[in-house]
């Protein structure tokens, strides 16, 4: 299984990206996915994370109500989308995937089988 994230870059504050994760190598269903990012001299933080069957979501607070996630299925694809983009976004955003479906493991313990590559997200004016 391999998990390939895209869409990273530079917007100005205010502004909005939207980053994909394809994930080859096997079906979803059943996964837990979540979106982490890390900030230079920062630890890896979790942003983000999906049930993917049954669409549990958590959201970290500084991003509930502009970012939202959301999966397609049939392609193997999660999304991020990043609305009212603010400078402390910038990190690099990482997806990660729990194959058993552990989502709270995922969410609190960032207890992830597989992990992507990573893709810059720069907010600065």
């Known amino acids: 299984v391999q998990l390939v994230e895209y869409g990273g870059g530079s917007a100005q504050p205010g502004g909005s990206l939207r980053l994909s994760c394809a994930v080859s190598?096997?079906?979803?269903?059943?996964?837990?996915i979540g979106w982490f990012r890390q900030a230079p001299g920062k630890e890896r933080e979790g942003v983000s994370s999906?049930?993917?069957?049954?669409?549990?979501?958590y959201y970290r607070q500084s991003v509930q109500g502009r970012f939202t996630m959301s999966r397609d299925s049939a392609t193997s694809t999660v999304y991020l989308q990043m609305n009212r983009l603010k400078p402390e976004d910038t990190a690099v955003y990482y997806c990660a995937a729990n194959r058993r479906g552990y989502l709270l493991q995922l969410w609190q313990r960032q207890a992830a089988d597989y992990w992507g590559q990573g893709t810059q997200v720069t907010v600065s004016s």
């Open positions: 999906m049930h993917i069957r049954d669409g549990n979501i």
């Open positions: 190598g096997g079906s979803i269903d059943g996964y837990a």
